[in-house]
């Protein structure tokens, strides 16, 4: 996706991904529901970047770490996502195997 940040190409896969309207993902985030699509569409398209505090609530309501919407490289984006979706258990012990590694 040429052109555009980052953080405007994670957020529009994520929320095609959630398979909800700008409008929604903007109310459910805490914009005023007035603004609220026009804010998403400057966001995806790259226009305006959301100040921190706010992807946090984006990626919240999207069900996604903030740092996947930051994340350049696609096969970590994927990874930080599947990362993630494991259990809580599956997590733990792929860190202890890594802290093992290194």
Known sequence: MKGRSTVAMRLREARLRAGI???KLGILAGIDEFSASARINQYERGKH?????????????????TPYLYCSDDELAAWILAFTDLPARERRLSLRRRSKLG
């Open 21 to 23: 309207s700008q409008k």
């Open 49 to 65: 970047t959301p100040e921190f505090h706010t992807a946090e609530r984006l990626a919240k309501v999207l069900h996604v770490p």
